[in-house]
DNA sequence: CACTGTATGATTACGCTGTAAACATCATGG
DNA sequence: CCATGATGTTTACAGCGTAATCATACAGTG
């Protein structure tokens, strides 16, 4: 009775992870096994714990995040890019939000949440506002919209301020672009 | 064998919590009966669930965090208040991770994230610089110092970039300040 | 072809958790 | 003095993560 059928557990399993984060229910190594149709224990041969598993849910995540960032990015100006880039990651944040949430939630193993080009999109176009002071104005972009996002989530903002938050990013890349040495 | 001891148990509890976050460890609440040496279901004579217990040790992480901001809201250049601000702010989230983010974590039935006076300490110096705009300087100086502080935690900044923190607060300040118009 | 090692999954079991239900004990006010 | 409500205890159940053990199927080698 035993199954070995399609194709590759764990993209099965990261798949139903992401539709139980999708359907707001909180994710379990057992539920999802049982989503699989496979045995409690049967992920444990392919993550060593469930915080493993959660990890590659993140990586996933980051890589749909990359690409939003990149289709926001298409603009000349950089100010107009980074304020595009802004709101895609603030739309991201929304449309699924226990997605996000789990992807900085901090599981140990994993990578860095900022994670892989998803950085470099938006560093590049800093660059071309503030190459001096790259670094300084790299944290604040980033952190002025990872900010805006969770604040999003969490109930801080309205979710229809669009027009504040479109201030809000303005104003940042303003102070960014005004930037002249450290 | 009832003990029926000691000031009001809900007090402890929170302290219990507190304490175990301090520690690092998670917690639970027939862990945090333990500590508080009373039976499992004690707390829920005082709490309807581990949520509101939780939101309860949230609100007096909000206070806290309010009163951090105050004692660093002392110069009288708005500026340099609201970037002494962000500084404790950063620190605060540093110095009690875990508290942190179960502040943020969005239980619930929980206030909401921004709370009390923490956010009317910062609004009050940002009126000072932007009073056309208010609303979108707020959103834009809160959003950054947070997912700064949310970055941090997360292990992507070095824990000694404070210089760096402290331009990209500047950046930030600038181009709040620079605001003429929404 | 038979044989054996390795990868994958299933079973079983343990301790932990949150919490529902029923019971005990106290302080208090009619 | 006794009923009543507030507080804490005991017992019980379902669910979780996971350690240990067993079963099966496939791949490579003789």
Known sequence: MTAKISPELPERLVAAALAALERGEDVGLRALARDT???AMAPY???RDKDALLAAV???GFADLRDQLLAANAAPDPREALVAQGQAYLAFARARPALFRLMFAGHDGGPPPIEDNAYGVMV??????????LEAATLACWSAVHGMATLALDGGLSPDGSSVEH????????????AKRS
């Open 37 to 39: 149709g496979v045995s």
């Open 58 to 60: 993140a990586m996933r």
């Open 124 to 133: 590049r176009r800093v660059r071309e506002l503030a190459p001096v002071s």
């Open 167 to 178: 201030a809000a990013l303005k104003m940042i890349v303003a102070g960014i672009s005004a």
């Open 45 to 47: 041969r392919h993550f």
